[in-house]
């Protein structure tokens, strides 16, 4: 199985979601009914592919991409369930995937996400994601960073 000594590794990053224009990278799949009159955007669910990069910028060295859903989970407060493979196509980790399980509160300056598992060099990967929005704007979409700390082997 290829099994070494466990490692621990730190991954940064910057995630960008773009929702409008002519390449968005997330798609609102389903909504909640018309008579559904919540702020917080309840019952939508959005599919993403997302480029990952090294800078914050959306010019900045693409690593990676997101790819999976998230889900507006909450009725009162704008509160995504997310499942993302973070797929990675550059460097020591080219090939490898990482997967991220939960509850993102967006009115929260830092949220944490659970590693949930991975594949390649993230065989038997655990561990936790923390992310920070840099900045949402309807006509650029959302930059977020991401500090992820992943057991593997």
Known sequence: M???????SHL??????????????????AQAATTNSSSSLFGA??????????????S?????????MYIFADSTQVALSVLYNFVFTEG???????????R?????????????????VFRFARGYAETRTINISMQTGAVAEYNLYVFHY
Do not use: W
């Open 2 to 8: 290829g099994i070494k000594s466990e490692t621990l």
């Open 12 to 29: 940064h990053f910057y995630f960008h979601d773009i929702g409008l224009g002519s390449n968005p990278t997330a798609i609102q799949v």
């Open 45 to 58: 669910v959005a599919v993403i592919d997302d480029r990952l990069t090294e800078g914050p910028q959306i």
């Open 60 to 68: 900045s060295k693409t690593v990676g991409r997101a790819q999976g």
């Open 92 to 102: 020591k980790f080219n090939g490898s995937v990482l997967s991220i399980l939960g």
């Open 104 to 120: 993102n509160l967006m009115s929260s300056a830092v949220r944490e996400l659970v590693i949930v598992g991975g594949s390649g």
